[in-house]
């Protein structure tokens, strides 16, 4: 199939599966997405983790392990997607993408590397965080690459659990105490930025949109979903009580969506460029359970080979 009929074959709407003849520049699209879709799940893990053995209840422990071992499974889900891709010339494989995520060549999700500091932090990121994520991945679900857009099928509906779960611990909080609020409110003034900033680029600086756009692996741009989310979002930080770190925030009568202010870019560019508070951590943590856990693998590799001979 030529380039001009692929196209006009995912423009209609039609799905692309695995042993399909597709464009190189596609199939390296969505091994580039799909992998690091992967590797924010599994990294995402991480700030969460911290927090296990520290909730303060037996309840929130289970809920928050629940959601934890969710991630896990995204990224199994996705990593799968990813590999269906592998054709021997572009590498797809498991282990080629994730060590690509373990030197730093592909990247993961800039809000990853800001640290959990409190456990209204747990509740600001299943809120605002789990609440990005859904807002780009439901988009995706009607992305033209057949095995992600099933995965984001099942995905969203966990990351919608997830997301409630998150409201709900910062509601509690803003219930209680003032102190608990002031957590609460503290919680949103650090991860508000960075929720925004899950987006991407602004359009006119975002150099995949318009191919992923043709394509239809992206449906919506980064500015759309950005605005998406402030417009949803505001009303909820309202019912909390709570206040959006924003002065420049206002609801535009014209427009009918709220305006609101330009994003730290620079501290963006700096995190991408490997350079935010945890990103050296987070890279170290996931090389040394690579290195001291390699005998699981192995072990269960041995296992398998055992079953088959
Ligand atoms: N962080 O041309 P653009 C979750 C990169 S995890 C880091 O607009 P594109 C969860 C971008 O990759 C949910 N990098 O790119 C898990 C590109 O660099 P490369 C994660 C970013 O791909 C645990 C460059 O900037 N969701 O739910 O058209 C606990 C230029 O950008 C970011 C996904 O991964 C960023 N924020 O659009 C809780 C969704 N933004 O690759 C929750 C799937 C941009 O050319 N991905 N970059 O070197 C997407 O939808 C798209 O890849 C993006 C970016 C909208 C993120």
Request: hydrophobic share 35%; glycine share 6%.
């Amino acid at each position: 199939m030529n380039q001009d009929k692929f196209l006009e074959y995912v423009q209609a709407e039609n799905k692309v599966e695995p042993k399909d003849v597709m464009p190189d520049d596609y199939r390296k699209l969505l091994v580039r997405q799909i992998s690091q879709h992967a590797h924010s799940e599994i990294v995402g893990m991480l700030p969460e983790a911290n927090w296990i053995s520290r909730a303060p209840t037996l309840r929130r422990k289970m809920a928050l392990l629940a959601k934890i071992q969710d991630e896990a499974g995204h990224g199994l889900y996705l990593y799968a997607a990813t590999e269906t891709l592998n054709n021997g010339e572009i590498a797809a494989d498991r282990d080629s993408t994730y060590n690509d995520m373990l030197s730093g060549k592909a990247k993961y999700s800039s809000i990853f590397n800001y640290p959990a500091l409190s456990w209204a932090d747990i509740g600001a990121i299943g809120w605002l965080v789990d609440g990005a994520a859904i807002m780009n991945q439901v988009m995706l679900m009607g992305n033209s690459y057949g095995p992600y857009s099933r995965a984001m099928v099942r995905i969203c509906k966990e990351e919608s659990f997830h997301q409630r779960q998150g409201y709900e611990i910062l509601m509690t909080l803003c219930r209680g105490t003032k102190e608990q609020k002031n957590l609460a409110q503290e919680a949103l003034n650090r991860f508000w930025w960075p929720a925004l900033m899950m987006f991407g680029p602004n359009d006119a600086d975002s150099p995949n949109s318009q191919k992923s756009m043709n394509y239809r692996v992206k449906r919506e741009s980064n500015d759309d979903l950005r605005q998406r989310f402030v417009d949803v979002t505001v009303s909820q930080a309202e019912f909390l009580g709570l206040k959006i770190p924003d002065e420049n925030l206002k609801w535009n009568e014209e427009t009918q969506h709220y305006d609101f202010g330009e994003l730290p870019w620079d501290e963006f560019m700096e995190v991408l460029k490997g350079n935010g508070p945890c990103n050296k951590k987070r890279l170290e943590t996931k090389r040394k359970a690579q290195r001291e856990h390699s005998w699981v693998k192995d072990a269960a590799m041995a296992y398998a080979g055992k079953q088959t001979n």
